[in-house]
């Protein structure tokens, strides 16, 4: 029968450092020689190389960090140490290298390297040389690099590179398509001088956008290059019409287009306009530019024929009006329009009106125009006065 117990926080943490190791980067060992912890880290940050004297306290022990079996790392004796005056430690860990003070009472001998650099990459020992039997715990270092790598056309179009410098260890890299889907591409070059130069080559087969992944799982992950559109050499790129600002001349161009097409200025009846070729060049596509002098306004569009691959792509369509064009007389000419109609209009309304009885029109003395309804008329008869009857009676 199993008798379950509780486990102290102390018991549980050799597995608990255990675990986070073998996670970080593995822990393996000589069929001869004590276990050995592979820690892998990221330039420039900080990592905890772990060594443990058990549960019991060293405030009062010694205990030695070397590097590659000579270099001065971290040394504590009876509380003297590298960072309160105690000399010996190599230039190169100077400032960088700190202990936990608060855990020696718990046998925590375990150091902090800061700022870490490639040169820190190596294999790391810690000692309790006065202890009978020696102690000691073996840890490997590998400091790595996370470089952007960089996608490069090749001229003829068709091929790409990816290329990536300084890195550390050497990562997996590959090229993808727009949707992230690897492509198929050869290890070029590969040098090591520390870090790894590594290029790859990849003959594409179709129009997409790409860009390189490099891959080092230990340390960042993955890190994308830009992405750039690869055209393939005889394609049908869709030609761009450009109107200049003096508003008489257009352009035609086209670029990154092969074999060289036939391009064209056309006018919204589809029929060609006489356009100058005014600038040619190949750099395994050609770029080309029209221009054009216009004599009517109307809509334009240019025109590319490659007759082999995809007989012809249009640009879109603008309107080009000519400058000293007569729109602005059709503008004036359209207000003195309105205007005009709408006084006739006024005429025939007042007209019908006058002649309806609706509206009076009379005229006094000083030639000014008083304008009365006839309801108006017939209430001025109706309030005639009983004096003004008598008068008029005498009369």
Same mark, same amino acid.
């Given at each position: 029968?199993?008798?379950?117990?509780?486990?102290?926080?102390?018991?549980?943490? %050799?597995?608990?450092?255990?675990?986070?190791?073998?996670?970080?980067?593995?822990?393996?060992?000589?069929?001869?020689?004590?276990?050995?912890?592979?820690?892998?880290?990221?330039?420039?940050?900080?990592?905890?190389?772990?060594?443990?004297?058990?549960?019991?306290?060293?405030?009062?022990?010694?205990?030695?960090?070397?590097?590659?079996?000579?270099?001065?790392?971290?040394?504590?004796?009876?509380?003297?140490?590298?960072?309160?005056?105690?000399?010996?430690?190599?230039?190169?860990?100077?400032?960088?290298?700190?202990?936990?003070?608060?855990?020696?009472?718990?046998?925590?001998?375990?150091?902090?390297?800061?700022?870490?650099?490639?040169?820190?990459?190596?294999?790391?020992?810690?000692?309790?040389?006065?202890?009978?039997?020696?102690?000691?715990?073996?840890?490997?270092?590998?400091?790595?690099?996370?470089?952007?790598?960089?996608?490069?056309?090749?001229?003829?179009?068709?091929?790409?590179?990816?290329?990536?410098?300084?890195?550390? %260890?050497?990562?997996?890299?590959?090229?993808?398509?727009?949707?992230?889907?690897?492509?198929?591409?050869?290890?070029?070059?590969?040098?090591?001088?520390?870090?790894?130069?590594?290029?790859?080559?990849?003959?594409?087969?179709?129009?997409?956008?790409?860009?390189?992944?490099?891959?080092?799982?230990?340390?960042?992950?993955?890190?994308?290059?830009?992405?750039?559109?690869?055209?393939? %050499?005889?394609?049908?790129?869709?030609?761009?019409?450009?109107?200049?600002?003096?508003?008489?001349?257009?352009?035609?161009?086209?670029?990154?287009?092969?074999?060289?097409?036939?391009?064209?200025?056309?006018?919204?009846?589809?029929?060609?306009?006489?356009?100058?070729?005014?600038?040619?060049?190949?750099?395994?596509?050609?770029?080309?530019?029209?221009?054009?002098?216009?004599?009517?306004?109307?809509?334009?569009?240019?025109?590319?024929?490659?007759?082999?691959?995809?007989?012809?792509?249009?640009?879109?369509?603008?309107?080009?009006?000519?400058?000293?064009?007569?729109?602005?007389?059709?503008?004036?000419?359209?207000?003195?329009?309105?205007?005009?109609?709408?006084?006739?209009?006024?005429?025939?309304?007042?007209?019908?009106?006058?002649?309806?009885?609706?509206?009076?029109?009379?005229?006094?003395?000083?030639?000014?125009?008083?304008?009365?309804?006839?309801?108006?008329?017939?209430?001025?008869?109706?309030?005639?006065?009983?004096?003004?009857?008598?008068?008029?009676?005498?009369?």
């Amino acid at each position: 029968m199993l008798n379950p117990r509780v486990c102290s926080v102390m018991e549980l943490l %050799p597995l608990v450092c255990l675990w986070v190791l073998t996670w970080s980067g593995g822990i393996s060992a000589d069929a001869n020689g004590p276990l050995i912890t592979k820690i892998t880290v990221k330039e420039d940050d900080q990592v905890v190389l772990p060594c443990s004297f058990g549960s019991l306290s060293i405030t009062d022990k010694l205990f030695d960090w070397k590097k590659d079996g000579d270099k001065e790392v971290f040394m504590f004796d009876k509380g003297q140490h590298y960072n309160n005056g105690l000399p010996g430690q190599d230039e190169t860990f100077r400032g960088r290298v700190t202990h936990f003070p608060d855990k020696l009472q718990s046998g925590n001998a375990s150091i902090v390297i800061k700022k870490t650099k490639l040169a820190d990459s190596g294999n790391y020992t810690c000692d309790f040389p006065r202890e009978q039997p020696t102690r000691r715990s073996e840890i490997e270092l590998i400091v790595g690099t996370c470089p952007t790598p960089v996608i490069i056309p090749v001229k003829n179009g068709g091929h790409v590179k990816c290329k990536v410098v300084d890195t550390s %260890p050497k990562p997996a890299m590959e090229l993808q398509d727009s949707t992230g889907t690897p492509v198929p591409a050869k290890e070029e070059k590969v040098s090591e001088n520390g870090n790894y130069y590594i290029v790859l080559t990849a003959n594409l087969t179709k129009e997409d956008y790409y860009h390189c992944v490099v891959k080092q799982r230990e340390i960042c992950h993955q890190v994308k290059s830009e992405e750039i559109y690869v055209r393939l %050499p005889g394609t049908c790129p869709t030609p761009v019409i450009i109107p200049v600002k003096n508003g008489v001349h257009v352009k035609c161009k086209v670029v990154e287009t092969s074999p060289k097409p036939a391009m064209e200025l056309q006018d919204s009846t589809g029929t060609p306009v006489p356009a100058k070729e005014e600038k040619v060049s190949e750099n395994g596509n050609y770029y080309i530019v029209l221009m054009a002098n216009l004599t009517k306004e109307d809509y334009y569009h240019c025109v590319v024929k490659q007759r082999d691959i995809c007989h012809q792509v249009q640009s879109e369509e603008i309107y080009v009006r000519l400058p000293g064009s007569n729109s602005g007389w059709y503008v004036v000419v359209g207000v003195i329009t309105a205007v005009l109609a709408t006084v006739v209009v006024g005429a025939v309304i007042i007209f019908l009106l006058v002649k309806s009885g609706c509206l009076k029109l009379s005229f006094n003395r000083g030639s000014r125009t008083e304008t009365s309804l006839s309801s108006e008329k017939n209430k001025e008869q109706n309030e005639t006065t009983p004096l003004d009857i008598q008068e008029k009676e005498s009369t």
